[in-house]
């Protein structure tokens, strides 16, 4: 871009507001992106891909890292409990509280995230995660453990709170279904690797080694995240100039249609026009601006150096502020239906497969990890091919159709071929990405009952496994989708505390499931109690078909959330 082709900043009073293009940016695509970039350098959707997929990456593992040191041990519970002199049962209980735990951490870390900045907040998280890990490794009693256990668990939570927040700070509408399903299938195939690693490492080591690799692994990423994880919070201005452009409900941050400004649709080639206040943007192919070295290290400080003296803390940003989300349908049904479907198709069988698989087909540490682990891990990475991506093509035909219509309907009623205001018309519903999950619905049952049955009549422990397949090639679909929803598409500047609803859903459901599966297994008949986990799954799914119907009209009735 020649200087002279450069555009300037919007003469507006608000700080915030300066920081606008005078043009709506678009993408290679030739459509306008959603949400629209700033021009400043600060920005994280101005880093450069390759940055962006670094950060990604980053995340994704300290999240692996979160999953995988709380489900590790589920492989060695025989022999640990052996060395403690407790039932097999009871040595699933350190990994229950390690769960429970993980649900509370976000209370404190998002709200603290969401005012200093995501990278303090992930450096302290790992810190935790490794003295934790030594500590477990430590232990000389069974209540010790179970004490550095729950501090492992909350204090390595933050990660899978605030990963999802990242995504949708560095990604754009169109991007963020594959992104985030990069972000959940590491998250979620850290506790599925566990058991594999686990298992391995507690038949040549001991069962302790399984914590101290979780130590060694917690201080590899603290290193590597000291240098290459840069902060991704930013302050961004309300455009309200994008509900005119492509009328868009997923970033649209106020319900008053009293303002209305027109745009004009010019050819994307055009030169980027100066301008003031709400006239008519031109629309310009992006370019981003360089991230230079003094970028950089400012987004490498220990706190957000730019946060802005309005971002500050409150007490009921503690629990009361993050949970309040529940009220909207858009979160709390998505939240309820991913817990219950996530802790029947991922948690439970990493809670029982041990004990149920040494009972009845007499396998050791080594094969219960490879039967717990190798099916969650291909049935998760299965499951990504068919949600992420999918949903980004999803949406970028839906942003696609909107925009021809808009501009189809303003040609006919003679304003001109390209001008006119293109509001409702262009309308991109967040509930089109919903219509992925389908598969997901379908096939998290059909698991259940495969695993229940074939467990109950031991049948070839080929059997069994195929059904967890099943079923975690179901959840990743389910989590992705969700995720992408309600974080990414429906309340972009609440994603941190709609995250940690997810969080605390999937986390306390997650809680219950040692306590009561085996043993209401036992009683009633594997295949009954998994008929009863499956209709659970299928009535918790009803709330969200409602969304795709309503979700909307419930959105827009219930306003925006108020920003930190």
Same mark, same amino acid.
């Given at each position: 871009?020649?200087?002279?082709?450069?555009?300037?900043?919007i003469?507006?009073?608000?700080?915030?507001?300066?920081?606008?293009y005078?043009?709506?940016?678009?993408?290679?695509?030739?459509?306008?992106?959603?949400?629209?970039?700033?021009?400043?350098?600060?920005?994280?959707?101005?880093?450069?891909?390759w940055?962006?997929?670094?950060?990604?990456?980053?995340?994704?593992?300290?999240?692996f890292s979160?999953?995988?040191?709380?489900?590790?041990?589920n492989p060695?519970?025989?022999?640990?409990?052996?060395?403690?002199?407790?039932?097999?049962?009871?040595?699933?209980?350190?990994?229950?509280i390690? =769960?429970?735990?993980?649900?509370?951490?976000p209370?404190?870390?998002?709200?603290?995230?969401?005012?200093?900045?995501?990278?303090?907040?992930?450096? =302290?998280?790992?810190?935790?995660?490794?003295?934790? &890990?030594?500590?477990?490794? /430590?232990?000389?009693?069974?209540?010790?453990?179970?004490?550095?256990?729950?501090?492992?668990?909350?204090?390595?939570?933050?990660?899978?709170?605030?990963?999802?927040?990242?995504?949708v700070? $560095?990604f754009y509408?169109?991007?963020?279904?594959?992104?985030?399903?990069?972000?959940t299938?590491?998250?979620?195939?850290g506790? %599925?690797?566990?058991?594999i690693?686990?298992?391995?490492?507690?038949?040549?080591?001991?069962?302790?080694?399984?914590?101290?690799?979780?130590?060694?692994?917690?201080?590899?990423?603290?290193?590597? /995240? $000291?240098?290459?994880?840069?902060?991704?919070?930013?302050?961004?201005?309300r455009?309200?100039?994008?509900?005119?452009?492509?009328?868009?409900?997923? !970033?649209?941050?106020?319900?008053?249609?009293?303002?209305?400004?027109?745009?004009?649709?010019?050819?994307?080639?055009?030169k980027?026009?100066?301008?003031?206040?709400?006239?008519r943007? %031109?629309?310009?192919?992006?370019?981003?601006?360089?991230?230079?070295?003094?970028?950089?290290?400012?987004?490498?400080?220990?706190?957000?150096?730019?946060?802005?003296?309005?971002?500050?803390?409150?007490? !009921?940003?503690?629990?009361?502020?993050? $949970?309040?989300?529940l009220?909207?349908?858009?979160?709390?049904?998505?939240?309820?239906?991913? &817990?219950?479907?996530?802790?029947?198709?991922?948690?439970?069988?990493?809670?029982?497969?041990a004990?149920?698989?040494?009972?009845?087909?007499?396998?050791?540490?080594?094969r219960?990890g490879?039967?717990?682990?190798?099916?969650?891990?291909?049935?998760?990475?299965?499951?990504e091919?068919?949600?992420g991506?999918v949903?980004?093509?999803?949406?970028?035909?839906?942003?696609?159709?909107?925009?021809?219509?808009?501009?189809?309907?303003?040609?006919?009623?003679g304003?001109?071929?390209?001008?006119?205001?293109?509001?409702?018309?262009? !309308?991109?519903?967040?509930e089109?990405?919903?219509?992925?999950?389908?598969?997901?619905?379908?096939?998290?049952?059909v698991?259940?009952?495969?695993?229940?049955?074939?467990?109950?009549?031991?049948? !070839?422990?080929? &059997?069994? /496994?195929?059904?967890?397949?099943?079923? /975690?090639?179901?959840?990743?679909?389910?989590?992705?989708?969700?995720?992408?929803y309600?974080?990414?598409?429906?309340?972009?500047?609440?994603?941190?505390?709609?995250?940690?609803?997810?969080?605390?859903?999937?986390?306390?459901?997650?809680?219950?499931?040692?306590?009561?599966?085996?043993?209401?297994g036992?009683?009633?008949?594997?295949?009954?109690?998994?008929?009863?986990f499956?209709l659970?799954?299928?009535?918790t799914?009803?709330?969200?078909?409602?969304?795709?119907?309503?979700?909307?009209?419930?959105?827009?009735?219930l306003?925006?959330?108020?920003?930190?």
């Amino acid at each position: 871009m020649n200087p002279q082709d450069e555009p300037k900043v919007i003469e507006e009073s608000n700080t915030l507001d300066k920081l606008r293009y005078p043009t709506i940016q678009l993408d290679s695509a030739g459509l306008p992106l959603i949400p629209q970039p700033t021009t400043s350098p600060y920005d994280p959707l101005n880093y450069p891909n390759w940055f962006k997929y670094i950060i990604l990456a980053l995340v994704s593992l300290l999240a692996f890292s979160a999953t995988l040191n709380v489900a590790i041990i589920n492989p060695a519970v025989v022999p640990l409990s052996a060395e403690f002199s407790i039932a097999h049962v009871t040595g699933t209980y350190q990994t229950t509280i390690a =769960i429970g735990t993980n649900a509370l951490g976000p209370l404190l870390f998002t709200p603290l995230a969401n005012i200093y900045g995501r990278r303090p907040i992930y450096l =302290i998280s790992v810190l935790i995660g490794f003295a934790s &890990a030594l500590g477990s490794a /430590c232990a000389k009693s069974y209540g010790t453990l179970i004490l550095a256990r729950a501090i492992l668990g909350f204090g390595s939570s933050a990660p899978l709170a605030l990963g999802a927040g990242t995504v949708v700070d $560095l990604f754009y509408v169109h991007q963020r279904g594959k992104a985030m399903g990069v972000f959940t299938l590491m998250m979620t195939n850290g506790g %599925h690797l566990a058991p594999i690693v686990g298992g391995y490492v507690a038949r040549d080591r001991g069962w302790r080694w399984c914590f101290w690799t979780g130590a060694i692994l917690n201080g590899i990423l603290f290193v590597i /995240c $000291l240098f290459l994880m840069p902060e991704t919070l930013f302050d961004r201005p309300r455009d309200t100039r994008m509900r005119a452009a492509i009328s868009d409900p997923l !970033t649209s941050e106020s319900n008053d249609d009293d303002e209305k400004p027109t745009v004009q649709m010019v050819d994307k080639s055009s030169k980027p026009v100066s301008i003031s206040g709400q006239g008519r943007p %031109h629309y310009v192919p992006y370019q981003p601006p360089p991230l230079t070295l003094n970028t950089y290290l400012n987004r490498l400080w220990f706190w957000d150096l730019e946060r802005p003296l309005t971002r500050k803390l409150k007490p !009921t940003d503690f629990a009361i502020k993050p $949970l309040s989300m529940l009220k909207y349908p858009s979160v709390v049904f998505p939240a309820l239906y991913y &817990a219950v479907t996530y802790g029947f198709a991922s948690i439970e069988p990493a809670l029982t497969v041990a004990t149920i698989f040494t009972d009845l087909y007499g396998f050791d540490t080594v094969r219960n990890g490879l039967a717990n682990g190798l099916t969650l891990l291909i049935g998760a990475s299965l499951g990504e091919l068919f949600s992420g991506p999918v949903t980004d093509w999803m949406m970028q035909k839906a942003r696609a159709r909107a925009l021809r219509r808009a501009r189809g309907k303003n040609v006919g009623e003679g304003e001109g071929e390209g001008e006119g205001d293109v509001d409702e018309e262009a !309308t991109i519903p967040a509930e089109v990405r919903l219509q992925g999950i389908w598969t997901g619905a379908i096939t998290v049952p059909v698991g259940l009952l495969i695993y229940g049955v074939t467990v109950h009549y031991k049948t !070839t422990f080929i &059997a069994p /496994c195929i059904g967890m397949t099943i079923a /975690c090639f179901g959840i990743q679909i389910v989590t992705s989708v969700l995720y992408s929803y309600s974080c990414g598409d429906c309340y972009r500047e609440r994603s941190n505390d709609i995250s940690q609803c997810f969080n605390f859903f999937r986390q306390g459901f997650g809680l219950t499931l040692g306590f009561y599966s085996i043993p209401f297994g036992e009683k009633v008949g594997y295949q009954w109690s998994f008929t009863f986990f499956l209709l659970l799954c299928v009535v918790t799914f009803l709330p969200i078909v409602t969304l795709m119907f309503y979700g909307e009209k419930w959105r827009k009735r219930l306003g925006q959330p108020k920003a930190y």
